[in-house]
Each structure stands twice: as C-alpha cells, then as structure tokens.
C-alpha cells in the first residue's frame, strides 16, 4: 500500500460513490471514509484507532490485498467488497458504541481515553485477530505519513473493538463524506463523517463541537436514511455504553432522548430540527470532560445558547434540591409549583424556629435558676430520650441504675468528650453519685458552678463513687467543640 | 435520618450529641453570669434560646456547614463571652463573588432570611443549607422538648 494506490482511490471515488448509494448503510461509508481521514488535525491515538480500525476494514480475508484502495478503483470488485461489506455490517450490527469522538481539531487531547472507555463488550464481536489489526496499522501507513507518525508515536489500540469505534464514529451516512473521502483531503472528510455522526451518539458529550451541525446541512438528504440507522445503533451502544462522562444522570435520558429526537427529526423532516440540532452541537462545544465539568446536552426544541443550557443546568439543580426539601417537610407531597413549595418550606422553618423560642421560654421558666446540672440533666434526657425513641417502657424509680445501653454510650460519649476515658468499673453503676464527684471535680477545675441538683432525680448517692473520685484526672470539660 | 442515596449531604448527628452540646453550652451559661443572676425572664429566654442555637450549629457540624459557620460568627460577634470559635476564619461565606449575584431568584429572598448566611448562597447551595437547616432545626426542637418534660415538675 502506498500513497498511489490512494490517489487511485480517490479516481474511482464515482465508484465508491455509487457503491455507497446502492449499500445505503454506513459500512460502505466508512471504508471509503477509512481511508482518508486519518490527518494531522486529528490526535494521534485517533488515528491509531481509526488507522487499525481502516485496516480491518480494507482487509477481508476474502479481499486479501486487492481491497486495499484497488478494489474500490474503477469498478472495484462487487463481490469483494460486498463481502467485504456483509463482513463490515455485521460488525457494525453488533453494536459499536458511538466513537463519533472523533474530535474535530479543537478537543483532540482527550480522545483516545474516552474512546477505549467507551468500548462496549459487544465490540468485540468484531473479528477480532491480531492479523486483522496488522492490517489496520499497515493501512493507516498506507494513507499517509500522518498514520504511520501516530502509529509510532501511540501504543496501538490492539483490540478491534477501538476500531470499530472508528468505523462507527466515522460513518458518514451521506454521499457527501463519500465525496470528500474520495479527496485527498482525509481530514476533511473525516470531519465531516464525524459531524455527521456526532448527533447520533448521545454519549459523549465533547466530540459534538460543531462537527454534527455541519455534516449534517451538508448531505442531510442522503444521509437521513444513514443517519436513522446510525443512530438506532448507536442509541442501543449508548445505553449499554458505560463511559458516560456526564456528571448528572439528567444527562443520561436527555442525551438519549436527544439521540432518538434527532432520529426522528432526521426522518421526519422538520425545519426547525436541523437548526437545533446543528445549534446542538455548537452549544456543546464549550464542555470539556477532563475540566470536571458537567456536560449537559440541549434538549429538543430548547434554546442551545450556553447561557440557556447553564440556566437550565441550574434550574434543574434547583428542583431537585426542591424536591429533596418537598420529602423533608411534613405535608407537602401534595403541594406542586415552586412558588408554593417555598412558601411552605419558609412557613416551616419559621414553625421551627418559633418552636425553639417557645421552648426556650418554657426552660427559662422551668428551671428559674438556670442552673443546669450537666450530669443530671444527662441522665434525665437521656431517659426522656430513651423515652421517646422506643415505646414507653416504665422505668424503674432509680432509673439511672437501669441504663439503658443508649444512655450509658452517652454518658461515656460526655464523659469522654470531656477528656475523661470512661473507666470500666463505670459501667452499670453509672448513677448520680458518680457524676457528683465528677461535678466536683469540674468545679474544682473549672469554677463552673454546676449545682449538683438532683431535685427531680432519683438518683441515690453510691458508696461507689467515691472509688472513681480517686481515678478521676482534672477534668477538662470542653465547651467549645 | 440519615442522608439516604441523595447526592446531596445532609447527614445530620444522632439526638445525643444535640442533647450533648445543648447541655454543656446551658451550663457553660450558668458559668457567665453572677450567680444573683438577673432574673429577667426576657433575659434568660434570650440567652437560652442563643444557646440553643449555638449548640445547635455545634453539634450540626460545627463550621463545616455554611449556615452553622455563619451562625457561630454571628453570636461570636454579639456576644465574645458566650461563644468561642476555634480557630477565626476571616469570613463566613467567601465574598459576593459568588455566583448568585448574576442569577437573580427574587423568590427565595425569604428564606434567605431565614436561614443564616443565606444571603451569600447561591439558589441550589441555599436549597441544601436550608434542608440541613430544617433537619438540624426539628431535632433540636425534640431535644429541648425532652429537657423540658424532663425538667417539668412531674
């Protein structure tokens, strides 16, 4: 192979042409795309990728050598190729996950990853031999200088399923990309295939730039019915494809939803949806998925200014956030709107925060002097806590003998939060004596005139606890977190 | 309640650590004034209902919520016997740069009101303070509840 049998290729391109209209479906596309599009413009790992994937394209086994460019010149050789093509088509019905990433000149950087990312396991029904991806690699060297640089300077991609990637990507679906493959300009061409292909993957959201939106006011006629089946496969791959760099899982349905609209759009004539589609890819253009950010795709008949796509962005991120509130606050299932969602979520916390306040009165009032006994106070909501959290068990006169193992972890959490490891003789003799000694030992340290106050406790003093004064380290009671 | 499969945190601790910090900043309270405390029932409400809310922001998290942060600031301000922050952090929300100014939600103007620091949220970022806000709210209510019915002559 070499750079002549390339030119001859590009003489018969009437041929290919021909060739593809009758195929009408992508395969035929992508061989004669295969060929050129490998350029300088694209990222080296594309091409390694693409170059391997035209290898296996030109040759079949039954086409050996003459596919290369020679089957296609003048005339080529139907029954090559068309086994050539059967071959080709069964590849692509198993499914290749859109590559359409092929990046126009703009994103090149990332390519490569995203496409081995995207591989789905049904790529690799792809004849996958070694030789066949030899035979890639030779033929990217064929096309030009361009494929054998990338080819040294980038492991090569050796699974077939990166290839068909390529062919997937590449397929232009219209008479169009068959031209500009038969011109010299591979770069151009594969440009244009993978504009064109960009609208029908979902997935990934970088490659769109403003590839698709060209490609397809180039050759929308012919390649409706290309782009339709395109895009059905592509939809299916881009279900089971599992790179989704997208961040918001909106994205996900929006980009298949988008992937079938344009289908659909594509058979069905409609002005405004060429315009939005093309309008698509360009409000793409700015996402950039190793920046982190969130790529979000325009949605069918929606403004695709970037300020739009933000503005919905965020208008989405709200109404989740609304409706995670909407289950936060008691009774407003029924409630639909914004605007009265807020007003009841604000009418809450303002239930809530008068909540606080009347309580606070009612502390103030009850406990008139304020002197609020740490320990005592513990052990009785600890208890009440107990209470309200399982069902009212009666408690025992001395209940803070009976701890209940929340109360008693609370105590050592205090206990510990203060500085203090919970001695193990603490355990179920965990009673007011004992946190009476601990009070004095916090005054002692601490001036923190804490009234032992056992008024309404029922805690009577244990002998105990004077075995734990002795253990207990000043006492470091913290009041800031 | 935990957070549940929500991309958006808001764990809120158990009832005991409110309890927890409630108690220690009552007593801590206790500590600040003379003991012939001034009995004005206003003033008490006031400083109990403070309390409350410090605590509050304390056990929620401390300074690692926006509100909380903003809270804690705010009583520090008022008061620098009562509340003591850690370490003084410059600011409590990072300055107006952010990006609410372009996005304009007259909407949510009330509840900015409401929740502390919400002046300086973005719409989304005051929509998650305001349930972790809400949640830390309802469990401090239970918390005093308890210490009221428990401190109530039976």
Same mark, same amino acid.
Request: hydrophobic share 35%.
């Given at each position: 192979m070499d750079v002549s049998e390339k030119d001859e290729l590009r003489n018969g391109n009437d041929t290919t042409v021909n060739y593809v209209e009758s195929a009408n479906n992508p395969p035929p596309d992508w061989r004669v795309s295969g060929s050129n599009p490998v350029s300088d413009s694209y990222p080296t790992e594309?091409?390694?990728?693409?170059?391997?994937?035209?290898?296996?394209?030109?040759? %079949?086994?039954?086409?050996?050598? #003459?596919?290369?460019?020679?089957?296609?010149?003048?005339?080529?050789?139907?029954?090559?190729?068309?086994?050539?093509?059967?071959?080709?088509?069964?590849?692509?019905?198993?499914?290749?996950?859109?590559?359409?990433?092929?990046?126009?000149?703009?994103?090149?950087?990332?390519?490569?990853?995203?496409?081995s990312s995207f591989l789905p396991p049904s790529m690799a029904q792809f004849p996958a031999d070694s030789g066949f991806i030899e035979r890639a690699a030779r033929f990217s060297l064929v096309s030009g200088g361009s494929?054998?640089?990338?080819?040294?300077?980038?492991?090569?991609?050796?699974?077939?399923?990166?290839?068909? !990637?390529?062919?997937?990507?590449?397929?232009?679906?219209?008479?169009?990309?068959?031209?500009?493959? #038969?011109?010299? %300009?591979?770069?151009?061409?594969?440009?244009?295939?993978?504009?064109?292909?960009?609208?029908g993957s979902g997935n990934v959201s970088e490659d769109t730039q403003s590839s698709g939106g060209n490609g397809q006011k180039g050759g929308e006629t012919s390649s409706k019915g290309f782009d339709s089946k395109k895009r059905k496969r592509n939809k299916q791959n881009a279900e089971a494809d599992q790179s989704n760099r997208s961040q918001q899982s909106e994205e996900e349905p929006d980009n298949n939803g988008g992937g079938d609209k344009k289908r659909n759009d594509e058979q069905s004539p409609n002005s405004q949806g060429n315009k939005t589609n093309s309008g698509k890819q360009q409000g793409k253009q700015a996402s950039d998925p190793k920046d982190g950010y969130i790529h979000v795709r325009a949605r069918r008949g929606q403004a695709t200014n970037?300020?739009?796509? #933000?503005?919905?962005?965020?208008?989405?991120?709200?109404?989740?956030?609304?409706?995670?509130?909407?289950?936060?606050?008691?009774?407003?299932?029924?409630?639909?709107?914004?605007?009265?969602?807020? %007003?009841?979520?604000?009418?809450?916390?303002?239930?809530?925060?008068?909540?606080?306040?009347?309580?606070?009165?009612?502390?103030?009032?009850?406990?008139?002097?304020? &002197?609020?006994?740490?320990?005592?106070?513990?052990?009785?909501?600890?208890?009440?806590?107990?209470?309200?959290?399982?069902?009212?068990?009666?408690?025992?006169?001395?209940?803070?003998?009976?701890?209940?193992?929340?109360?008693?972890?609370?105590?050592?959490?205090?206990?510990?939060?203060?500085?203090?490891?919970?001695?193990?003789? !603490?355990?179920?003799?965990?009673?007011?004596?004992?946190?009476?000694?601990? #009070?004095?030992?916090?005054?002692? &340290?601490?001036?923190?005139?804490?009234?032992?106050?056992?008024?309404?406790? &029922?805690?009577?003093? %244990?002998?105990?606890?004077?075995?734990?004064?002795?253990? !207990?380290?000043?006492?470091?009671?913290?009041?800031?977190? | 309640m935990g957070s549940g499969n929500n991309p958006i945190y808001t764990g809120v601790p158990e009832k005991d650590v409110f309890a927890?910090?409630?108690?220690?900043?009552?007593?801590?309270?206790?500590?600040?004034?003379?003991?012939?405390?001034?009995?004005?029932?206003?003033?008490?409400?006031?400083?109990?209902?403070?309390?409350?809310?410090?605590?509050?922001?304390?056990?929620?998290?401390?300074?690692?919520?926006?509100?909380?942060r903003s809270l804690l600031h705010q009583a520090a301000k008022r008061n620098n016997k009562n509340v003591r922050l850690s370490r003084r952090r410059k600011r409590v929300t990072w300055p107006r740069r952010n990006r609410r100014d372009p996005v304009e939600e007259p909407a949510a103007e009330r509840l900015r009101n409401l929740v502390p620091g919400g002046g300086a949220m973005e719409t989304s970022k005051l929509m998650e303070e305001t349930a972790h806000y809400i949640k830390c709210l309802s469990m401090q209510v239970k918390v005093m509840q308890c210490l009221v019915d428990g401190l109530s002559p039976k």
């Open positions: 594309n091409l390694i990728s693409s170059s391997q994937m035209m290898e296996t394209l030109w040759y %079949d086994p039954a086409n050996v050598q #003459a596919v290369g460019y020679g089957g296609f010149n003048g005339g080529g050789n139907p029954s090559s190729s068309s086994s050539f093509r059967a071959n080709i088509d069964r590849s692509l019905e198993t499914g290749w996950s859109l590559p359409n990433l092929l990046p126009p000149k703009g994103g090149n950087g990332m390519f490569l990853p995203n496409a494929f054998s640089d990338m080819m040294n300077q980038q492991q090569p991609l050796g699974n077939p399923e990166s290839v068909g !990637l390529f062919l997937q990507g590449q397929c232009p679906s219209s008479e169009v990309n068959v031209v500009g493959v #038969a011109h010299n %300009d591979a770069s151009a061409a594969m440009k244009e295939t993978n504009k064109q292909n960009v609208p970037s300020h739009s796509l #933000a503005e919905r962005v965020r208008r989405e991120k709200i109404s989740e956030r609304m409706k995670f509130l909407q289950d936060l606050v008691p009774g407003c299932n029924k409630v639909t709107g914004k605007a009265v969602m807020l %007003d009841e979520i604000i009418n809450y916390v303002q239930s809530l925060q008068r909540q606080v306040e009347f309580l606070s009165m009612k502390l103030a009032t009850v406990n008139p002097q304020m &002197d609020f006994n740490l320990e005592g106070l513990l052990a009785k909501d600890a208890l009440q806590l107990r209470a309200g959290t399982s069902s009212a068990t009666p408690f025992p006169p001395n209940m803070p003998m009976v701890y209940p193992p929340l109360p008693h972890g609370f105590m050592q959490q205090t206990l510990s939060c203060m500085g203090r490891t919970v001695s193990s003789p !603490l355990s179920p003799p965990i009673n007011g004596g004992y946190k009476r000694q601990e #009070a004095n030992g916090w005054e002692g &340290d601490l001036q923190n005139v804490i009234q032992i106050n056992y008024g309404a406790g &029922d805690v009577p003093p %244990d002998s105990q606890a004077a075995a734990t004064d002795a253990s !207990l380290p000043s006492s470091n009671m913290k009041v800031e977190p | 927890l910090h409630f108690l220690q900043t009552l007593s801590n309270l206790r500590t600040q004034i003379p003991f012939s405390s001034p009995d004005k029932t206003k003033d008490r409400v006031k400083k109990i209902k403070k309390a409350a809310y410090v605590s509050m922001a304390r056990a929620a998290g401390g300074t690692n919520r926006l509100w909380s």
